[in-house]
Structures are given as C-alpha cells and as structure tokens.
C-alpha cells in the first residue's frame, strides 16, 4: 500500500467498495458454487454436515488500532472464526465479512484489512463469499461468520468428555496474553512521552501471538492421520480455566489438571516474570491462544504420546470432584474461572 | 416487559447473558443437529445446497432508536436478512446473531431486541443457532447471518434474466420509505417541541412497512404450488431502480419498466403528495421494501396473470436499449439508481 495516497471511500460508494475490494478473487473450495455478487451465496455441502460459528470484533473492545496493523487486525476476524470450526474436528469451506467503516477510514485502510482477510483465506483454503460494508457512526466494527463441514460421527462437541478421559492441550498457553501486556505497556509510555520508541524487538513470539494467532489446522489434520478421534474438544479463546470449566459443565463432569502439564512458552515465562505475574495464572486466565483444548479416551493414550506439540495435561473425573489445579509443590487448588469478560 | 426494572448486563456477564436471552426456546428446523453452546452450530443439510447470506445493522446509519421499538429492531434485522434467502428461492432454516451492546443498555431492552428476534424466527420457521453478545463502546451494533437451503435447479439468482423475459413485482413499493419520512418528520417536531405528541395514528401502513417489514415467504411457496420457477430474482432493498440496475448488470441486459406496472399503496400516494415528492419517484428510489423483483419467461405469463400480489412491470430488453421508464404520458425516462447510497 501506498502510504501517501487516501481515497474517501464515498467516492468508490458501498457496491464499488464491495467490487474493488473482491476483485480478481477465485473462489478455490469445490463446495462453493457463487461467491459474492448475489442475494446469498450458494454453496455445496452434500452428504456432509454444515458448521457454523459467528464472533464480532469491536475497536476499542477487541482490538486497540494504535498497536494493532489493520492487516493482522483482517488476519486474525478470520481466524478466531476458523478456530471455531476446527474446534468442532471440521474443516472451514467458507466466510461472510460484515464490516462498519467510519469515514476516518480511507479505502486504502480497507484495502488493508481486506489483505489480512484473503492472506487468511489463502492460507486456510477457505472462500469469502458475502457480507456487508457501511457506514459506522464510531468505530470500526468486523462481523465475520465461519462455515465448515464434517462427518457426522466425526464433528466433536464440548459436550461428551467422560469420567477417565485424558485432557490434552496443543501448542502453549499464556503468551498472547503477555504480548497484549507488552503492548499496553509500550502504548503507556508512547501517551506518556510520544518521543519514545517502542521496545517490542525481543518478543517477537509473544507479539505474534497477540497479533497474528494462528487456528489449529494441523491438529484436526494429525488427528485425522492418525484415527485419532477426541470424545470433546473446543478451543481456547477466553483462557484455560474458563473454558475448561465450559466443557466440563457442559459434559457434566469435573477435572484436573497438573501445573506441570500445562504447556507455557519459555519468553512467555520470562515476561510473566519481568510483569510480576505467575506464569500458570497467565496461562490459565490469559485467553485469545486459539488452542485447542481436547479428551480422548485414556486406550488412545498411546495415539498421541509421540505426536508433536500435543500436551497432556489432566484427566476428567467426576463431576462431584470439581475442578483443581494440582500444583508442582503437590497443592489443589480450586480452578476458577477468570477468562476474559466482556462486560 | 416490566418498564421500570432495569439489570445491568454487568451482573450477568456474556456467557450468563446469552444463556438468559436463549433459554427455554426450542430447535424447530429438522436439518438444526446442535444450536447454541458449542464452538459451532451442526447443521444437517444433505442433499440440499446451502445459501448464506449476511447483514449489518449499525445505530445512527440503519435505524433510530427514537422511533424504532427494540423488538421491531430485532425482527426487522431477522427479516431483512430472510428477504435475501427468499430471493434466491430458497427456504432460510438458520440464524446466528451477534450484538453489541453499550452499557446504557439493560438486560430488559437487550430481551426486547431478541424478543423480536425469536418473535421473526418463529413466523419464518428459522432455529437461531448462534452468536456473540459483547459490549460496545457507543452504538447498538447488530449483525446477522441467515442460512437457507433450496433444490439446485430451483435456487435462482440475478445473474440469469434474459431479453423478452416479463419483469414483476410483488406487493408494493415506496411505503416504507414514505413511513420513514413520517417518523423523521415527527421526531423533528419532537425536538422543536417536545411537548408535541406525534401524529402517526394514519399513517399505520406506512410505518409498519418501515418498522416492521416481512420477507415475501408467501410468493416463494406460491411460485413452488404454481410450479413457477423466476428466470431472475432478487429482493428490493435499496429500491427498483438500484436493484433492477443491479439485476440488469449481472444478467447482461436492458429492460423497460411501465410506470402503470409499479405497485403503490393508495397511503403511499397520498403521503408522497403531502410531502411534495413524485410517488413514483418514492417507488423507484426509496428502499427498504423487501418486495420481490424478478423476471419469468414470457411462456410463463398465464402462470402468473391470476396469482395475488404479484405485477407485471415491464419486459428484459436488450443490453443496449439500457434501462428506461415508459410514464404514464408515454415518455422515456432513462432509469438511474437512486436507490439508498450508505456511505
């Protein structure tokens, strides 16, 4: 993009954005049959189930415009969406972005957000087929739905742990919380002292995590592999405590979880440490990981063992039992959830 | 509901929210496998394509909440996001629907808007399936994504009238817009005045068709029992003219409306008139009427001459004759899209 050049999005007009943002764009999964341009789109999903998840991001909310580049901002709408849908051991096929622009925005700015969302496409092999743009009074306001399919007997729910199930973690939990930290921080002392620049070089890892996660598309591919099929499964957005407990209340069952199970990312540790706060709480109550959080049954134990990036983490137990954290130091404690809140 | 009790959404929090908004109602679409509470919706539609459709609506751009009652709000964003799966001749079966919401708002008032919300969902026979409830800084965001499902050969889209085909239109147009400038009238005698009530006791049609507008499900199930499959379609949303600009463009062709062949309502007339504007005029350019425009091949004609509601408006020319109204004093009129511009 041209940093020099601003063009009002009402010279282009809400059908000319529309095109100029969508143009020369192919539609690459087989089960879409028309992409954007109609009343709907229509898609192809025959002999299949049909998934479908929706999230809204709201500046000022979700997202703060002064450290977020509007093309991660594209990137990431699109994958809180995909993560969803892989969550549910399915495969996302299409997207719809709804988007509220306020005249602050120029077209170039769109454009931007728009890179973000097709790079997201591109990579995931999903399509954009619909969705909206107007005005926004306020502040910028993305709207994205996620469609994906999944055999039946295969689409894994929340909801169906059992009592003996191992928990399992991918990846590591924590880091987009500490580099959400790391950019408020630099965000402070710009407002406080605008000469000074900021010091994000040493945490590139944290600050991906923050601003560009990534869905768990080769977990759902390596469960497939290996006829590996989780009894529950979801994502980890709000933090692991929270959504724990989410999965558990749903299946009606309780759960531990050993400290030392818990997979934490080495700078992820350190900047707990440098902002005084304990690594486990961070990764337990940090959110927007977009791991996924999964129970198999304990005779596929030996299916995961050797599989990389996967954790185990603890075990599901009955629901009487509770939730607890078993600390290195040999404690229980209760886990409680302290996920993001929204309100 | 109870006007004087207000809850802050605070003290329900986003998961307490939604479980409260959505409790106690029922799935009633068959191809509905999983509604809310999961990562994703499952929904079963084998054999069927599936249409998917979205839209935003935005506080300040797309509604007043001085004269729009939150659960008309509720039901019109349902509807207006049905009207679109309708023109593509399909049946919607599912919605998702994301909210945000400020704090001036109360748990009552966000009841209202998904009071309106189930109220539409039940007329039209659709399962809200999911969403997101977060907070907002200023407006009152409301985003909403309708899947529907329809037989592939049957699934008609506005990329396929063509030259001798019969141009129609079901119920009428201009009201909606007209009942808003009543409500934009009185609102501004309201702020001149506040101690002036509003006059809106005959314009009933008129502010119902801007308030609480329907999706024509009746002519699509009358076009399936007359076995009448439309060579083009799509709904009126922006107004005839922009639409039919829209239809023309995408099927490769010109078309001539009559004047006499545009439905107006007896009130609209009489209101454009105190208005000084040209009905007409309001007809072609006013938006929001969520009719259907569509064409039928000219074999068809005797299928529609006695079907209720439905008017025959003009014929598909070629692409070169462009677009143009024949009036009532027999001149020619090129069209040119006026229709609701939202930026």
Same mark, same amino acid.
């Given at each position: 993009?041209?940093?020099?050049?601003?063009?009002?999005?009402?010279?282009?007009?809400?059908?000319?954005?529309?095109?100029?943002?969508?143009?020369?764009? %192919?539609?690459?999964? %087989?089960?879409?049959?028309?992409?954007?341009?109609?009343?709907?789109?229509?898609? *192809?999903?025959?002999? $299949?189930?049909?998934?479908?998840? &929706?999230?809204?991001?709201?500046?000022?909310?979700?997202?703060?415009?002064?450290?977020?580049?509007?093309?991660?901002?594209?990137?990431?709408?699109?994958?809180?969406? !995909?993560?969803? +849908?892989?969550?549910? *051991?399915?495969?996302?096929?299409?997207?719809?972005?709804?988007?509220?622009?306020?005249?602050?925005?120029?077209?170039?700015?769109?454009?931007? +957000?728009?890179?973000?969302?097709?790079?997201?496409?591109?990579?995931?092999?999903?399509?954009?087929?619909?969705?909206?743009?107007?005005?926004?009074?306020?502040?910028?306001?993305?709207? +994205?739905?996620? $469609?994906?399919?999944?055999?039946?007997?295969?689409?894994?729910?929340?909801?169906?742990? %059992?009592?003996?199930?191992?928990?399992?973690?991918?990846?590591?939990?924590?880091?987009?919380?500490?580099g959400?930290?790391i950019?408020?921080?630099?965000?402070?002392?710009?407002?406080? *002292?605008?000469?000074?620049?900021p010091e994000l070089g040493t945490h590139d890892y944290l600050l991906?995590?923050?601003?560009?996660?990534?869905?768990?598309?080769?977990?759902?591919?390596?469960?497939?592999?290996?006829?590996?099929?989780?009894?529950?499964?979801?994502?980890?957005?709000?933090?692991?405590?929270?959504?724990?407990?989410?999965?558990?209340?749903?299946?009606?069952?309780?759960?531990?979880?050993?400290?030392?199970?818990?997979?934490?990312?080495?700078d992820?540790?350190m900047a707990? +440490?440098n902002?005084?706060?304990?690594?486990?709480?961070?990764?337990?109550?940090?959110?927007?990981?977009?791991?996924? !959080?999964?129970?198999?049954?304990?005779?596929?134990?030996?299916?995961?063992?050797? !599989?990389?990036?996967?954790?185990?983490?603890?075990?599901?137990?009955?629901?009487?039992?509770?939730?607890?954290?078993?600390?290195?130091?040999?404690?229980?404690?209760?886990? &409680?959830?302290?996920?993001?809140?929204?309100?």
């Amino acid at each position: 993009m041209d940093q020099q050049k601003r063009t009002e999005i009402g010279t282009l007009g809400e059908f000319g954005l529309i095109e100029h943002l969508t143009k020369g764009k %192919k539609l690459i999964d %087989k089960s879409t049959v028309l992409g954007i341009g109609d009343d709907a789109a229509i898609l *192809n999903h025959e002999g $299949l189930q049909t998934v479908v998840t &929706t999230d809204m991001l709201l500046e000022g909310i979700h997202f703060d415009l002064m450290y977020t580049p509007l093309k991660h901002l594209g990137y990431k709408a699109v994958v809180v969406n !995909l993560s969803d +849908i892989y969550a549910m *051991n399915a495969k996302p096929r299409q997207i719809t972005v709804s988007i509220g622009i306020s005249n602050r925005f120029s077209v170039e700015a769109v454009e931007e +957000i728009y890179e973000g969302i097709y790079a997201a496409c591109e990579f995931y092999g999903v399509d954009l087929v619909g969705g909206d743009t107007c005005s926004s009074r306020q502040g910028l306001v993305i709207s +994205i739905t996620a $469609l994906g399919t999944g055999i039946a007997e295969k689409i894994t729910r929340r909801s169906t742990a %059992k009592v003996g199930d191992i928990v399992c973690i991918t990846g590591d939990l924590g880091a987009a919380y500490l580099g959400l930290q790391i950019l408020e921080r630099e965000k402070q002392l710009f407002l406080d *002292n605008p000469d000074i620049q900021p010091e994000l070089g040493t945490h590139d890892y944290l600050l991906k995590r923050q601003l560009k996660p990534e869905a768990r598309k080769d977990m759902v591919e390596l469960f497939e592999k290996n006829q590996l099929l989780p009894t529950a499964m979801m994502d980890i957005s709000d933090g692991l405590a929270s959504d724990l407990m989410h999965l558990c209340k749903q299946s009606g069952v309780g759960a531990f979880i050993e400290e030392d199970g818990v997979p934490i990312h080495p700078d992820a540790q350190m900047a707990a +440490i440098n902002f005084k706060l304990d690594p486990i709480t961070c990764a337990l109550s940090g959110g927007e990981d977009y791991e996924l !959080l999964f129970t198999i049954d304990s005779g596929d134990l030996e299916k995961i063992r050797f !599989l990389p990036d996967i954790y185990i983490a603890g075990e599901i137990v009955p629901r009487e039992d509770g939730l607890t954290l078993h600390t290195k130091g040999g404690n229980r404690h209760p886990i &409680t959830a302290q996920g993001w809140k929204h309100f």
